[in-house]
C-alpha cells in the first residue's frame, strides 16, 4: 500500500515535470491570480477598519457668535450633551481657537491683530451606533436655526457617499474575486485536459490492466495540487511582503489575518481539485 | 473461463460481430482466425469489456457484461494480460518500468515486484534489456516485452491481438513459443491472427470468424 501511494505520489510528480511549459504557465498564473486575490482577501479584511475610520469623523462643529455670554453656551453644551445622537462634546473657547490657530498656521493671531477674532466652537462627536443621518441632519437644521449660532460645519455628509462607495468597491471585488476563481479553474483544468492528452498512452495502460478510475486519476490530483502550493505559497509571500513594504512607506496599520496563508494555499489546492476533476470526468467519460 | 452467449455488435452497418455463441475452457489456448475486419479485434475487446455487445451476454471469469457495473471492470481487468498488435509501450520508461506498471496497480511491494519482474523477463528472455527503453529495442523485442508485461501479474486468461503482425518469421516464432510456454503453466491463451501460415503446424483450436460471424470453433 505504502509502496503503492509512493509510485502515485511519484507519477504525480513526473506528469509535472513533463509538461514543463504547460506547468510552469499554469503555475505563474495561478500566482497572478492568487496575488490579487490574496490582496483583495487583505482589502477585506481591512475593510471594517476603513469604515470606521470615516465613522470617527462623523462629528460637526457649531460656531457661535461673537457676543455669546459664557452662560449661554455652557447651557446649550449641556443641553447638547443630553441628546441621545450625540456621544459627546468638546468646547473650543477663544483661548483653546488661538492655540490651534497657532499649531495649524505657526501665527499667534492674538499677538498679530491685537485682539482674538476668532469664534467659540463646539466640537459634536455622533454616536457611532444606530446611526442615522436623517436624525443628524434635522439636528443640524434645527441648530443653525438658533440666534447665537453662526454656522454648522458638517462634513459627515460626504461620509455616507464614501460608505457607499464602500459598498460598490466591496461588490465590484466579490465579481472580481469569482473572475479570478473561474480563470483559475479554466487554467487548472486546461493544464490537467492538456496533460491528460498527453499521457493518453499511459492512462489506457493503466485502464487496460485493472487500473480503477481513482488510481488513474490520482496522479493527476497530485499535478494539480502541486501547481496550486507552488503558485499560492509564491503569491502568498508577494502579498505578504507587498503589504509589508506598502505598511512601511506610507506608514499605514494594514492588518492582515494570521491565517492569510492557510486561506490562499487552501483554496487554490480546492480550485487545483476541483478543476482536475471536472477535467478528468470529461477525459475519462464519466 | 469465457462464455459468449449470441452476442452481436456492430460499429456501423457494414463491420461487428453477429450472433456469436462461443466458450473457451479453462487452459485452453486456441487461436481466433480470419481476415481483417473480421471481427477478432471486436470479440477480444468485449472480453475485457472494452466494449459491449448490443445483444447477448458474455460472461467472463465470473463477471457478466450485463451485470457488472462499471466501476467493477477493472477487477476483471486485473485477471487478464492484454498483448496488443503495437505493443503500446510508455517510451519514457525502461522495459523494467513498463513490465513493472501493472504490479502497481495491483498495490504490489517493490520486493515482490522486483522478483516478479525478474521472472517475466527471464521468460521472455529480456534479462539483458531491462534498462533499455523501448525505442532501442527491435520489434521482436517490443513485443516480448508486451508478453512480459502482460504475465507479470500472473493473469487467469491472455488475450492477444495479433501480437506477430508486425514482426518476422523467426521473431513471431519464437513469440509463439513463450505463449505456448505460458499456456502450459495453466494460463488461457486467446490470440488473434491472420497468420495461417505461423500456426499450419500447430494441434491447438481454431475459431475463424468471416465478416463478423462464426465460421468454425
Redesign the interface.
Known amino acids: 500500500m505504502i509502496d503503492q501511494f509512493a509510485f502515485l505520489i511519484s507519477e504525480g510528480f513526473k506528469s509535472f515535470y513533463r509538461n514543463k511549459l504547460a506547468s510552469f504557465l499554469c503555475v505563474i498564473t495561478i500566482f497572478i491570480n492568487f496575488s490579487i486575490l490574496g490582496s483583495l482577501f487583505v482589502v477585506g479584511y481591512n475593510t471594517n477598519s476603513l469604515v470606521d475610520f470615516f465613522r470617527s469623523k462623523y462629528t460637526f462643529e457649531i460656531f457661535l457668535v461673537d457676543d455669546i455670554e459664557e452662560k449661554t453656551y455652557i447651557d446649550f453644551v449641556n443641553q447638547l450633551n443630553s441628546n441621545k445622537i450625540i456621544a459627546n462634546t468638546e468646547l473650543i473657547d477663544k483661548q483653546k481657537s488661538a492655540i490651534i490657530f497657532k499649531k495649524e498656521f505657526g501665527e499667534d493671531v492674538v499677538e498679530m491683530l491685537g485682539y482674538n477674532p476668532l469664534p467659540i466652537s463646539v466640537k459634536v462627536f455622533i454616536n457611532e451606533e444606530d446611526f442615522d443621518f436623517s436624525k443628524v441632519d434635522l439636528l443640524i437644521k434645527s441648530l443653525s436655526n438658533i440666534d447665537f449660532v453662526d454656522e454648522v460645519e458638517y462634513r459627515g455628509r460626504y461620509i455616507d457617499e464614501v460608505e457607499d462607495r464602500i459598498n460598490l468597491a466591496i461588490f465590484l471585488f466579490l465579481v472580481f474575486v469569482v473572475a479570478i476563481i473561474f480563470l483559475s479553474y479554466q487554467i487548472i483544468s486546461n493544464t490537467v485536459n492538456l496533460s491528460m492528452t498527453n499521457r493518453k498512452d499511459f492512462i489506457d495502460i493503466l485502464k487496460y490492466n485493472g487500473a480503477s478510475r481513482i488510481f488513474i486519476k490520482i496522479p493527476f490530483y497530485i499535478e494539480s495540487i502541486i501547481y496550486s502550493v507552488i503558485g499560492s505559497s509564491l503569491s502568498f509571500f508577494f502579498v505578504k511582503y507587498f503589504f509589508i513594504t506598502f505598511n512601511s512607506y506610507f506608514d499605514l496599520n494594514i492588518k492582515m489575518d494570521d491565517y492569510l496563508w492557510l486561506w490562499i494555499i487552501g483554496f487554490s489546492i480546492f480550485i487545483g481539485l476541483y478543476s482536475s476533476n471536472q477535467s478528468m470526468k470529461r477525459n475519462l467519460n464519466e | 473461463m469465457v462464455e459468449f452467449k449470441n452476442i452481436s455488435f456492430s460499429y456501423s452497418k457494414e463491420s461487428g460481430v453477429y450472433d456469436i455463441d462461443l466458450k473457451v475452457q479453462d487452459g485452453e489456448f486456441c487461436f481466433l482466425v480470419g481476415p481483417t475486419g473480421s471481427g477478432k479485434t471486436s470479440l477480444l475487446k468485449m472480453i ?1 469489456f ?1 466494449i459491449l455487445p448490443f445483444k447477448g451476454e458474455i460472461n467472463v471469469l465470473g463477471y457478466n457484461s450485463k451485470k457488472t457495473k462499471k ?1 467493477k471492470v ?7 494480460g ?1 498483448i496488443f498488435q503495437d505493443y ?1 509501450l ?3 520508461r525502461t522495459v523494467y518500468e513498463n513490465i513493472a ?2 504490479l ?7 520486493k515482490k ?1 522486483k522478483d516478479n519482474v525478474e521472472e517475466a523477463l527471464d521468460l521472455s528472455d529480456l534479462s539483458d534489456y531491462q534498462n533499455k527503453f523501448p525505442h532501442q529495442l527491435s520489434g521482436g523485442e517490443q513485443q516480448r516485452v508486451c508478453i512480459a ?1 502482460a504475465i507479470v ?1 500472473n493473469p487467469e486468461l491472455i488475450l492477444a491481438d495479433e501480437p506477430t503482425g508486425n514482426l518476422d518469421p523467426a521473431a513471431a516464432h519464437k513469440i509463439l513459443k513463450i505463449l505456448e510456454q505460458i499456456n502450459k503453466e495453466g494460463t488461457s491463451i486467446i490470440m488473434a491472427t491472420h497468420n495461417y501460415k505461423l500456426i499450419s503446424d500447430k494441434d491447438y483450436r481454431i475459431i475463424e470468424l468471416k465478416e463478423g460471424s462464426l465460421v468454425s470453433s
Open positions: 475485457y472494452d466501476n477493472h477487477k476483471l481487468r486485473k485477471k487478464i492484454v503500446k510508455l517510451q519514457q506498471l501493472p502497481h496497480i495491483n498495490g504490489v511491494g517493490r515486484i508485461r501479474k
